[in-house]
């Protein structure tokens, strides 16, 4: 006697690629929450928006690419500014221009991954939504 146990690969692949879209459609709903909430939270309206969500993988990716955002969102430690073209620093409201300048630092102002935590309750939610889609 035999019992044969037979797999329909076409089949399989097409339930694998259904699947697939469903959590990508889940990944990037929540991903697009994320830079929602950190456009709200982004404390420079002027920077919001380069806050971006792509493509990266299997997932998708929320970020910047303007440096400044990644200094609001850590800080600066203590640094010294010293001029890059010209032979002096100079700013409107300054009593004369000057050869450097020590900035104290920021604090950190962070807001994508306050973001981040605050999406995190709901992914599950929407990730069993997509997938109990028709």
Not at 84 to 110: D, F, S
Request: with cysteine; glycine share 4%; charged share 30%.
């Amino acid at each position: 006697m035999e019992i044969i146990i037979d797999v329909k690969l076409n089949k399989l692949n097409k339930t694998i690629n259904k699947l697939y879209e469903k959590v990508n459609k889940a990944l990037f709903e929540i991903a697009l929450n994320i830079r929602s909430e950190a456009i709200k939270k982004c404390p420079s309206t002027t920077y919001r928006k380069y806050i971006f969500v792509e493509k990266k993988g299997l997932g998708w990716v929320v970020g910047w690419r303007q440096k400044v955002l990644t200094f609001l969102e850590y800080g600066t430690r203590p640094h010294m500014i010293y001029p890059r073209e010209k032979k002096a620093l100079y700013w409107k409201g300054a009593l004369h221009p000057v050869k450097k300048v020590h900035h104290p630092g920021t604090k950190p102002q962070p807001f994508l991954r306050p973001a981040f935590e605050k999406t995190k309750p709901i992914m599950k939610q929407i990730i069993m939504r997509h997938i109990n889609e028709d």
